[in-house]
């Protein structure tokens, strides 16, 4: 079985990463959460365990271009696809948090490419990343790699705080929005990203 899960999917700017790992049976690992309850130091000391001990690990990255292209719903399907794609061992079984399930046209393409195998069952569980190890392991690969493209981004696009608050719509961020506008890391899809239109105001002593 391997556990699927996103990270920065509400971001208004990078990318939308997907993780999906197989542990081992034999070498359970201690310490498994959600992602967003653990810190970043502790985040990174489990994610060199992960990738030491799991069975098979796989990481999916889609970029803002074509979240703007696709929406971010399908976008986070497929980087959950590139990442089971990725694992380089088949399950049988694919255990994703939410309450969606990737859609077969997404995911064949790249498991057949993959695998030349038919598509392994899947189910799809509401906080699975808080109660089932694969999902939490999965979702801490894929925080602290999205985490580490949006720190070395921060110095290609200055000004942002994308190394603090990692693309999500922060006070700091939206207000460097306002003064900068968006630079090419932005999804111009997403709302307050771009400038919002302002009616003109009526002349004063006209009845419109």
Same mark, same amino acid.
């Given at each position: 079985? +391997?556990?699927?899960?996103? +990270?920065?999917?509400?971001?208004?700017? @990078?990318?939308?990463?997907? @993780?999906?790992?197989?542990?081992?049976?034999?070498? &359970? #690992?201690?310490?498994?959460? !959600?992602?967003?309850?653990? =810190?970043?130091?502790?985040?990174?000391?489990?994610?060199?365990? #992960?990738?030491? !001990? +799991?069975?098979?690990? @796989?990481?999916?990255?889609?970029?803002? @271009?074509?979240?703007?292209?696709?929406?971010?719903?399908?976008?986070?399907?497929?980087?959950?696809?590139?990442?089971?794609?990725?694992?380089?061992?088949?399950?049988?079984?694919? #255990? /994703?948090?939410?309450?969606? %399930?990737?859609?077969?046209?997404?995911?064949?393409?790249?498991?057949?490419?993959?695998?030349?195998?038919?598509? &392994?069952?899947?189910?799809?569980?509401?906080?699975? !990343?808080?109660? #089932?190890?694969?999902?939490? +392991?999965?979702? /801490?690969?894929?925080? %602290?790699?999205?985490?580490?493209?949006?720190?070395?981004?921060?110095?290609?696009?200055?000004?942002?705080?994308? !190394?603090?608050?990692?693309?999500?719509? %922060?006070? %700091?961020?939206?207000?460097?929005?306002?003064?900068?506008?968006?630079?090419?890391?932005?999804?111009? =899809?997403?709302?307050?990203?771009?400038?919002?239109?302002?009616?003109?105001? &009526?002349?004063?002593? /006209?009845?419109?």
């Amino acid at each position: 079985m +391997a556990g699927i899960d996103e +990270a920065g999917r509400g971001c208004l700017a @990078g990318p939308v990463v997907a @993780g999906a790992v197989i542990l081992s049976d034999e070498r &359970p #690992i201690e310490g498994l959460a !959600d992602s967003k309850k653990l =810190t970043p130091a502790r985040r990174e000391e489990l994610e060199a365990t #992960i990738k030491r !001990d +799991a069975i098979a690990f @796989g990481l999916g990255v889609v970029w803002q @271009g074509r979240i703007d292209a696709i929406n971010i719903l399908q976008a986070t399907f497929e980087a959950m696809a590139k990442a089971a794609a990725a694992l380089g061992q088949k399950p049988e079984k694919l #255990i /994703i948090d939410g309450n969606k %399930t990737m859609p077969k046209a997404v995911l064949l393409p790249l498991w057949q490419q993959a695998f030349a195998a038919p598509l &392994p069952r899947q189910q799809s569980v509401v906080k699975g !990343d808080s109660t #089932i190890p694969a999902v939490s +392991a999965a979702s /801490i690969l894929a925080k %602290t790699f999205r985490d580490r493209i949006m720190r070395h981004l921060a110095r290609r696009w200055p000004g942002y705080g994308f !190394d603090i608050h990692k693309g999500y719509g %922060t006070r %700091t961020h939206m207000e460097a929005l306002r003064r900068l506008g968006p630079c090419p890391l932005h999804r111009l =899809t997403f709302r307050g990203v771009q400038p919002e239109e302002v009616a003109p105001r &009526p002349a004063q002593g /006209i009845l419109l």
